[in-house]
T-cell receptor, first 112, second 115 residues
């Protein structure tokens, strides 16, 4: 069965520190992989996506993610976090136009 | 492009009343998805359409929920009768063609409160 696991419910980092949010998935084939960000009261915005090619993908707002097939992971990273990055982050997997499976989300808090 | 447009942004209704949520997908996107988000259950896919045809409605919680897509530019999600446990944020998302690799574009959501 398809599933997405985000093991960290909450993460707090200091402004300027590096960030890594974890995502592991279970899927029958190599899926398309996504990270979304949701600010309070807002919809989900696509940060980045992977569906083939280079396993390190760059996204908006200085985020990047690396697909590791052997670990079934797609972790999100940012070298230096800004206070405006405080939000909830969702990992999602899917294929073609079928339904995507979302993780339960990781809430990021940024300390000044 | 105005993105995916949902209305209303907020809806407060009394238990037993009918509620209709509306969505206008991005022009040219031919897949549309309705999601529900709650603290307890996270994001749940309710139903999705491709070329205005419902493809999978297995996530619709019960018969009180129904969704339609009469044309490529409009979809509704109806709850009748509404119950307090339906309180949630309902998102609509659209996708171009069979381009799953593009990722969904989400609307801003409708926050539904049933009292």
């Amino acid at each position: 069965a398809q599933s997405v696991t985000q093991p960290d419910i909450h993460i707090t980092v200091s402004e300027g520190a590096s960030l890594e949010l974890r995502c592991n998935y279970s899927y029958g084939a190599t899926p398309y992989l996504f990270w979304y960000v949701q600010s309070p009261g807002q919809g989900l915005q696509l940060l980045l996506k992977y569906f083939s090619g280079d396993t390190l993908v760059q996204g908006i707002k200085g985020f990047e993610a690396e697909f590791k097939r052997s670990q079934s992971s797609f972790n999100l990273r940012k070298p230096s976090v800004h206070w405006s990055d405080a939000a909830e982050y969702f990992c999602a997997v899917g294929r073609n136009f079928n339904k995507f499976y979302f993780g339960s989300g990781t809430k990021l808090n940024v300390k000044p | 492009d105005a993105g995916v447009i949902q209305s209303p942004r907020h809806e407060v209704t009394e238990m037993g009343q009918e509620v209709t949520l509306r969505c206008k997908p991005i022009s040219g996107h031919n897949s549309l998805f309705w999601y529900r988000q709650t603290m307890m259950r996270g994001l749940e896919l309710l139903i999705y359409f491709n070329n205005n045809v419902p493809i999978d409605d297995s996530g619709m919680p019960e018969d009180r929920f129904s969704a339609k897509m009469p044309n490529a530019s409009f979809s509704t999600l109806k709850i009748q009768p509404s119950e307090p446990r339906d309180s949630a944020v309902y998102f609509c998302a659209s996708l171009p063609g069979q381009g799953g690799g593009y990722g969904y574009t989400f609307g801003s959501g409708t926050r539904l409160t049933v009292v």
